[in-house]
C-alpha cells in the first residue's frame, strides 16, 4: 500500500511554480502527476510514438520558450526504452528553446556501472551522465546513487536526494529496543550506520561475493545479531539474491523478525515470489520512485513524491537543496 505524508497532496504555497512546465516520460507518469499535485501545476502533455521501423519520436505538447523545463523519468525496465525516451524529452525541450532542462531521474539505473572491474567494458555510469548532458539536460535530480563516486561522473549539477529518514520515520513509533539495522555487504555500510543513527539502533553488515548478477555469497555477519530483529538495509532490491542469501545466513546466527528496507524495490525476475516463500519475512518497505507491481506480499510502498516536489521548488527559487538533509545551518 502507499503510505503519503500529510503534505504530499497539498500544493507547495510558497513555491514559485508559474514559470515552469513539468514532463513526464513513460515509465512513472503517477509519481510525475503526484509531484505535480504537491506543486500546484499542471503535468504538461506530451506524445510518444514509435515509427515502423521501431524507432521512437516525442513531441513535447506545451509550451517550452524561456521557461525552466523538468522531465520526470526513472531509469526502470525497459531501462533502454526509458533512456532513450528521456533523451529525446531533453533534445525536444533544448529545441524549443528552454532557459533550462533538469532531468528529474528518481531511480538512475545505470549507477551500478561505476567502475570498470573487467577488461573491455564501459563505465556505463559515466556515458549516460554524458548522453544527459550532450542530449540538454542542465541539471540532474537523482535519489540514492549506488555509489559516491557517480555523482563525480557528471559534467553538470546534481541534486542527489536522500530517502533515509523517509524510511525512517515509518519504523519511529514502534519499539525498537532489540533491533539492528544490517547491510548485505561493507559497500553499503555507510548508508545502514546512517540509518542506525536516524533509529538509535545497532548497525552489523554481511561480508559478501558477487558470484553472477543474481548470485552472492555472504560469508559472515559483522556485529551483534543474535536474537535481535533485523532490519535488512539496502539501496535496491532487483532480484533479491542479496536480500535472501543474507536472511538465511541471519537464520544461522538465530534472529527474531526480518523486514527488508529499500529505496528502490525494483523486485524484478523472480524476486517477488522468491520473497513470498520467506515465512520469516514479516515486511519489505521500499518507496515509489519505481512503479509496483501486484504480488509480492507484506509490501510496503511510501511516497517520495513530496521530497522531489520540495527540491523542484527550491531549485527554481534559487534555495539550498543539500539542507534538506542535513542538520547544518546553511548560509547566503
Do not use: W
Not at 244 to 252: C, N, P, T
Request: hydrophobic residues 40%.
Amino acid at each position: 500500500m502507499d503510505r503519503v505524508g500529510d503534505a504530499s497532496h497539498r500544493p507547495l504555497s510558497s513555491c514559485h511554480v508559474s514559470d515552469i512546465t513539468v514532463f513526464s516520460g513513460s515509465a512513472h507518469r503517477s509519481f510525475a502527476e503526484e509531484v505535480c499535485a504537491i506543486l500546484g501545476t499542471e503535468l504538461a502533455p506530451s506524445r510518444t510514438t514509435r515509427f515502423s521501423n521501431d524507432c521512437l519520436q516525442v513531441q513535447l505538447r506545451d509550451n517550452c520558450r524561456k521557461r525552466d523545463v523538468f522531465i520526470i523519468q526513472p531509469l526502470v525496465p525497459p531501462v533502454q526504452e526509458n533512456l532513450v525516451e528521456l533523451l529525446l524529452m531533453i533534445d525536444a525541450a533544448r529545441g524549443a528553446s528552454a532557459a533550462q532542462i533538469t532531468a528529474v531521474i528518481p531511480h538512475f539505473a545505470y549507477a551500478r556501472s561505476d567502475k570498470k572491474d573487467a577488461p573491455r567494458i564501459s563505465i556505463g555510469a559515466r556515458l549516460v551522465a554524458q548522453l544527459l548532458k550532450t542530449a540538454g539536460a542542465d541539471r540532474v535530480v537523482t535519489m540514492a546513487l549506488h555509489s559516491p563516486q557517480v555523482h563525480g561522473m557528471f559534467d553538470v549539477p546534481v541534486d542527489h536526494l536522500d530517502a533515509t529518514r523517509v524510511l525512517a520515520d515509518h519504523f519511529r513509533s514502534r519499539d525498537l529496543s532489540n533491533t539492528v539495522v544490517v547491510s548485505p555487504d561493507f559497500g553499503s555500510a555507510k548508508l545502514a550506520n546512517h540509518f542506525s543513527r536516524e533509529l538509535n539502533v545497532g548497525v552489523a553488515a554481511g561480508s559478501k561475493r558477487r558470484l553472477a548478477d543474481d548470485r552472492v555469497v555472504i560469508d559472515a555477519i559483522v556485529g551483534d545479531v543474535a536474537g535481535k530483529d533485523v532490519l535488512i538495509l539496502d539501496d535496491e532490491i532487483a532480484t533479491a539474491g542479496s536480500t535472501i542469501e543474507l536472511m538465511d545466513k541471519l537464520r544461522e546466527i538465530g534472529v527474531g523478525e526480518i523486514r527488508a528496507v529499500c529505496t528502490h524495490g525494483l523486485f524484478t525476475g523472480k524476486a517477488a515470489e522468491r520473497l513470498n516463500t520467506q515465512p520469516d519475512l514479516a515486511e519489505v518497505v521500499t518507496t515509489n520512485t519505481v512503479p509496483q507491481v501486484a504480488g509480492l506480499n507484506n509490501l510496503e510502498v511510501i511516497t517520495v513524491a513530496p521530497l522531489f516536489a520540495e527540491a523542484i521548488r527550491r531549485i527554481t527559487s534559487g534555495e539550498s537543496v543539500s539542507s534538506l538533509f542535513s542538520d547544518e545551518p546553511t548560509y547566503g
